[in-house]
């Protein structure tokens, strides 16, 4: 067992650190190869195909939606069953979980592949632009069930400990993606075609490179049965849906910024945008945090060491503190090139140094989010993380940017976004706090069965 469950002994700021710079290096992966899939597409000088590729992302991005929900819920059971010991549950889990998303995920990308030409309407596309992004995405939504495998396992490597081979995974898809786009862009002149056969290339690596490892060195899956299949509905969706919905908060929030942003002029919307590209390559390892510590909750919760929980979750905080002040510092020593970089000037430059400042700084109130967020969907109250991101994204995001942009102008609308994440993050670490002091972690061990569902009510009513 100790082998399996790998968290349950040595230092916790370790295992997070670990894990969290692995995470980050494949998300980064991920960021880079979009940032060249733009360069190569920019490079043709048809400014319908860059903006297609834009207007197709916004609708991956709910399609992916769907394999972040089931990578959550796949690493938090098969974490919680390897830290109760119990390694022929975490295959049956694993399994099951796999299939599910390979169901669900092929169910999903038939209804909208099926309705593509409504779908990229609704976001605003029309003429040539349209037909474009629905040519790109005709040939990618079909290979969602890829993904979900990609996906699905790598949450199963992370929740083995095996951050490495989670992060080579990704790594290896950005590689056949890079080397892929200009041989076909470019060599057989497939143009926005072969950007997405290189996508379609890079998401066959990743399932690929998933998988080999948890057959080879994890013990694999099991044979599926119907009854294994019907015991694991319900955990599986009980993380997976709220997990799903907790993705799609994040969008909301940030177009609601963006359309406050415009009416102060391209030089502020430009500036939103410069900090939107700058926040994911900066506090990559923050954003990893979630996916990274959640495995070392899981196990913990699993083996029932709930001092060892509560200790993940302080030691997730002070590592999201020690990483946003030394890349606050960083942003802030080179914020004159950054600026200078972009061709910043006027409000988009006062935007960039607003950001490499004391704004900077805020990021670990979404920090604490992220950890919070792996608590809750680990220990059993995954609707906490849903309840909680929408209200940062909408009552926590809204009102504040309304009374500080009436303040403060264009630099309100940041500013006012960076509050509504103090006062939500508060809450989710009040939450998270009460859960851990007893609510959550002296349930059975099981907490989606149907008692541990009407605690979560009672608890949550009283």
Same mark, same amino acid.
């Given at each position: 067992m100790s082998e399996q469950a790998k968290f349950l002994e040595g230092s916790l700021f370790r295992h997070i650190t670990v894990m969290s710079l692995t995470s980050s290096i494949g998300l980064m992966a991920?960021?880079?190869?979009?940032?060249i899939d733009?360069?190569?597409?920019?490079?043709?000088?048809?400014?319908?195909?860059?903006?297609?590729?834009?207007?197709?992302?916004?609708?991956?991005?709910?399609?992916?939606?769907? #394999?972040?929900?089931?990578a959550i819920a796949a690493g938090a059971l098969v974490a919680r069953a390897l830290g109760a010991g119990d390694t022929d549950l975490a295959r049956r889990r694993a399994t099951n979980a796999l299939l599910y998303g390979l169901i669900f995920g092929a169910a999903f990308a038939a209804l909208v592949w099926s309705r593509l030409d409504e779908i990229v309407g609704l976001v605003g596309t029309t003429g040539e632009t349209k037909r474009f992004a629905v040519e790109y995405l005709a040939i990618i939504v079909p290979t969602l069930p890829l993904l979900m495998i990609g996906m699905?396992?790598?949450a199963i490597l992370r929740a083995h400990g095996d951050a490495r081979r989670a992060m080579m995974a990704t790594i290896y898809g950005g590689v056949v993606n890079a080397v892929l786009d200009p041989i076909l862009i470019f060599g057989l002149d497939l143009e926005l075609t072969g950007a997405a056969l290189a996508s379609v290339a890079a998401r066959i690596a990743i399932a690929a490179t998933a998988l080999s490892p948890v057959l080879r060195h994890h013990g694999g899956f099991t044979m599926p049965s119907a009854r294994g299949l019907m015991a694991d509905l319900s955990p599986v969706?009980?993380?997976?849906?709220?997990?799903?919905?907790t993705q799609l908060a994040t969008p909301v929030g940030q177009a609601y910024v963006t359309r406050a942003m415009a009416a102060y002029g391209p030089e502020a919307v430009a500036g939103t945008a410069i900090v939107g590209r700058l926040t994911p390559l900066a506090f990559g390892v923050v954003f990893a945090l979630s996916g990274a510590i959640g495995p070392i909750i899981g196990q913990n919760f699993g083996a029932e060491k709930h001092d060892r929980v509560r200790a993940a979750f302080r030691e997730g905080l002070l590592f999201t503190a020690v990483v946003v002040v030394a890349i606050s510092a960083v942003l802030y020593v080179l914020r004159a090139p950054i600026a200078a970089l972009f061709a910043a000037e006027g409000m988009t430059l006062t935007l960039v140094l607003l950001?490499?400042?004391?704004?900077?700084?805020?990021?670990?109130?979404? #920090?604490?989010?992220?950890?919070?967020?792996?608590a809750f969907n680990n220990l059993?109250?995954?609707?906490?993380?849903?309840?909680?991101?929408? #209200?940062?994204?909408?009552? #926590?995001?809204?009102?504040p940017v309304m009374l500080c942009a009436w303040l403060f102008g264009a630099p309100g609308v940041l500013i006012g976004q960076a509050l509504g994440g103090v006062v939500f993050a508060a809450i989710a670490w009040v939450l998270a706090l009460r859960i851990m002091s007893g609510d959550g972690?002296?349930?059975?061990?099981?907490p989606f069965s149907r008692q541990a569902r009407l605690m979560a009510l009672f608890h949550l009513r009283r």
């Open positions: 991920i960021f880079a190869v979009d940032f733009m360069i190569f597409i920019a490079m043709l000088g048809k400014e319908a195909l860059a903006a297609a590729v834009g207007y197709a992302g916004a609708i991956l991005f709910f399609t992916t939606s769907f #394999g972040i929900g089931m699905v396992g790598s969706l009980t993380i997976a849906a709220p997990a799903i919905l950001f490499c400042g004391p704004l900077a700084l805020a990021f670990f109130f979404n #920090g604490v989010i992220f950890v919070a967020n792996a059993g109250h995954p609707l906490y993380s849903t309840w909680i991101n929408w #209200g940062r994204h909408t009552l #926590g995001t809204i009102p972690t002296t349930q059975e061990r099981e």
